[in-house]
């Protein structure tokens, strides 16, 4: 169904590998154009309960936007580019109201970095590689890496790394807060499907709301403690609500129905 991505749904996480290996598979038209139909398939498929970003191959997570598709723009073209990629693709994974998870197990850079940090959060394999080398070829980020990077890493070393182009390994990643967990490549996918396995068994719609209002606090236009406060109040009108307390008190594992 897809051309430039493998897809697989097991035990209700859908896999979304970028399968361009031979090109460290490099974000072009097609893969945008894919990645947002696939995000898509997050939204609407009721049979799909969390997601994970990941590359094709050992050596790369996705290595930038496709660079060769760039020599025809001008700067209309560039923002047209920018501004799909982020409706269709990053802005989308961030609102996702289901759990997205990106495996980075190779180079993250550029557009590739951009989606990782587009996802809810990261996991890395010991061998991923993060940088934004945008100014070696006289660009910018444009998937919101200038705003996500300083939300996640802080400012100073959001400069830094973007003025420098330096790519920092996983550990280090690990310490800026850009990931979460660091383990052998063997063992991201194993580890990612785990975590995620544990987020499924918590109450879906409590899950969104999480990830709504926490979205919100990196947003300069929204209240995010008012949004808290009416999340909140609407948790309280879920089944799911009513399950958790009185399996709790009842000293009893909640079932939840995702209602
Ligand atoms: N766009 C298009 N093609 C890319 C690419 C990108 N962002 N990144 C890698 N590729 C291609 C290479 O051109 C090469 O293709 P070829 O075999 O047809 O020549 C293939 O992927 C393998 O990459 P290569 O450079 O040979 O691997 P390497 O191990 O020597 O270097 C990197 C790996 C990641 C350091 C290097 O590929 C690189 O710097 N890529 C660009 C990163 C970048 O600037 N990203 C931001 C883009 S805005």
Redesign the pocket.
């Known amino acids: 169904m897809y051309q430039t991505l493998l897809t697989e749904l097991q035990e209700g996480t859908f896999v979304i590998t970028i399968n361009r290996p031979?090109?460290?598979n490099?974000l072009n038209k097609d893969v945008i154009e894919e990645l947002g139909k696939a995000l898509d398939e997050v939204y609407n498929n009721a049979d799909i309960k969390s997601a994970i970003i990941t590359g094709a191959g050992e050596?790369?997570f996705v290595?930038?936007?496709?660079?060769?598709e760039f020599t025809s723009l001008d700067s209309k073209g560039g923002e047209a580019l920018a501004k799909k990629g982020q409706d269709n693709v990053f802005d989308k994974a961030e609102n996702c109201p289901k759990p997205i998870v990106a495996a980075v197990n190779g180079?993250a850079?550029?557009?590739g970095c951009e989606l990782a940090m587009s996802c809810h959060f990261r996991i890395a394999a010991e061998n991923a590689k993060f940088g934004q080398?945008?100014v070696?070829?006289g660009?910018i980020p444009g998937y919101g890496g200038t705003q996500r990077m300083t939300q996640l890493i802080g400012k100073g070393k959001t400069m830094e790394l973007m003025m420098t182009g330096d790519m920092i390994g996983a550990e280090e990643a690990k310490s800026l807060g850009l990931v979460n967990h660091v383990v052998p490549q063997a063992e991201l996918m194993a580890k990612t499907k785990e975590i995620l396995q544990k987020i499924q068994s918590k109450a879906p719609i409590a899950i969104a709301k999480v990830i709504s209002c926490v979205n919100d606090a990196a947003k300069a236009d929204k209240d995010g403690f008012a949004n808290e406060i009416a999340r909140f109040g609407e948790c309280f009108d879920t089944e799911d609500m009513r399950e958790g307390t009185t399996a709790f008190l009842e000293k009893r594992k909640a079932a939840f129905s995702g209602k």
């Open positions: 031979d090109k460290l490099a050596k790369g290595a930038g936007a496709d660079i060769s180079f850079l550029g557009g080398p945008e070696n070829l660009l």
